[in-house]
């Protein structure tokens, strides 16, 4: 089993079929670890991208570019997504490698789960996820489920918000200086 680590945080396994990571944040906001069990069960393919995107460093300083109060934080798009790049640019990217199948389940959007991030086609999900602020129903089995945040979700709570009915960050965005795959 794997664990992800978020802003210095240890994300404890899941069940025996689980694979982690760790996000260390970093900002105005946000200052600590997340960790995350990710659902190699539910979400092989999307957990395979993440996994190797963390373990070839490609989220490393990536920000956190659309946060909604109430709803999610979004980041990870490793092509235009670094910080101190082009803010309007970030969220327009994905990854070097292809878009992803869906891979819905019956998983729910509850504070704490991580859900890909895509365009209106299901299957266009690439490095781009999103972390639940609160219960978001209305997408269950419409985006793919990859975990959920075991530990650090103060830190999730504290990511700077967006304005705006986008969410687009204002200033400096809080970012994931490290992230890390834990088993």
């Known amino acids: 089993m794997r664990n992800l680590v978020v802003a210095g945080l240890i994300v404890a396994a899941g069940p025996a079929a689980a694979t982690g990571i760790e996000i ?28 190797t995107l963390a373990q070839d460093g490609a989220y490393d300083n990536v920000v956190f570019h659309r946060v909604i109060d109430g709803f999610m934080a979004q980041t990870g798009d490793v092509e235009f997504g670094k910080a101190g790049g082009d803010m309007r640019m970030a969220g327009r990217g994905g990854s070097d490698k292809p878009d992803l199948p869906a891979e819905f389940s019956d998983r729910s959007f509850e504070t704490g789960t991580v859900g890909m991030a895509r365009s209106q086609s299901p299957d266009s999900a690439n ?50 200086e490290a992230v890390r795959v834990t088993e």
Not at 151 to 170: E, L, S
Request: charged content about 20%; aromatic content about 6%; proline content about 5%.
């Open 127 to 176: 490095s781009q996820f999103f972390i639940m602020l609160a219960p978001a129903p209305h997408l269950d089995g419409s985006y793919t489920v990859v975990g959920e945040v075991t530990g650090g979700q103060d830190v999730v709570d504290a990511i700077k918000r967006g304005t705006g009915q986008n969410g687009a960050i204002v200033g400096q965005p809080d970012v994931m």
């Open 24 to 51: 260390d944040v970093a900002g105005e906001g946000a200052n600590g670890t997340i960790a995350i069990d990710l659902f190699e069960d539910v979400a092989p393919e999307h957990v395979e991208r993440i996994t």
